[in-house]
């Protein structure tokens, strides 16, 4: 229910007119949902428990949206370091690195926002994008966050360290741990694919290596379950007198 409720209540990714389609079992949340919906000027409708089966085997919860499609709002790396100047908190930075699985977009862009990163940056290409999934696996997050789409993170990188932002890369092979790097400052984490890493090109670019030290006997960590630690370890650095 999160994607569609916080749909409606930010009036960004989705619009103002919409149909809700209910099924028959109404718990609290989809009442709210449905009070939410009357509230935005959105029709609703209640149909018969299988009128979901239409739609094949696709999860639900009772409750779907017909929305109005509109673009996603990019925003620009140098127009975000202009914004945040005025803060005082140092920028943070996610950079994605060929990570094409939607789930793990998603739930990278839950914990971004959870962090109050400052924007999520990926290629226009080699990279999952903003789909239906991703939105539905950030639990709307996707919304909230400011997203950076170019040509080539390089680019973006350099910018960034141009700008004084530390350009931190993960990698499990690294020789530094992320508990032993002073985050206090400006930052930016470079994370890749799980399957492939960082590119050696990006790596080359980034201003540390970092890995995160493992205590059992698997040898590696989901790239989100990854991205939530680095960031969370960094705001608890900032906020640790």
């Known amino acids: 229910l ?22 028959t079992g109404k718990t609290d949340r989809i009442r709210d949902l449905v009070e939410l919906a009357r509230l935005n000027g959105c029709q609703v409708k209640t149909v018969e428990k299988g009128f979901f089966g239409r739609f094949g085997a696709v999860l639900h919860q009772g409750v779907c949206a017909i ?4 673009r996603q709002q990019f925003e620009d790396v140098g127009d975000i370091l202009m914004r945040k100047s005025l803060e005082k908190e140092p920028v943070l930075f996610v950079i994605l690195d060929g990570i094409t699985d939607p789930g793990n977009v998603g739930a990278i862009l839950r914990s971004c926002e959870a962090a109050g990163v400052s924007a ?16 539905k696996t950030s639990s709307g997050a996707s919304q909230y966050i400011p997203l950076c789409v170019v040509p080539n993170i390089k680019h973006a990188m350099k910018t960034l360290s141009d700008n004084n932002v530390l350009i931190c890369g993960a990698d499990s092979r690294a020789g530094a741990s992320i508990w032993n790097v002073d985050l206090r400052g400006p930052v930016a984490f470079v994370l890749g694919s799980e399957g492939e890493g960082l590119r050696r090109t990006v790596k080359e ?32 650095q900032r906020h640790t007198e």
């Not at 590696?220 to 608890?236: H, M, P, W, Y």
């Open 120 to 135: 999520v940056v990926f290629q226009s290409h080699r990279s999952a994008g903003i789909t239906p999934t991703v939105v």
């Open 67 to 70: 929305l109005q499609e509109q």
């Open 205 to 236: 670019q980034c201003d540390q290596l970092v890995n995160i030290p493992l205590y059992g006997k698997i040898d590696s960590l989901n790239v989100s379950v990854a991205t939530g630690i680095l960031l969370f370890e960094c705001k608890r």
């Open 2 to 23: 999160c994607p569609i409720s916080d749909a409606l209540l930010s009036m960004l990714l989705f619009v103002t007119h919409s149909n809700f389609i209910l099924g």
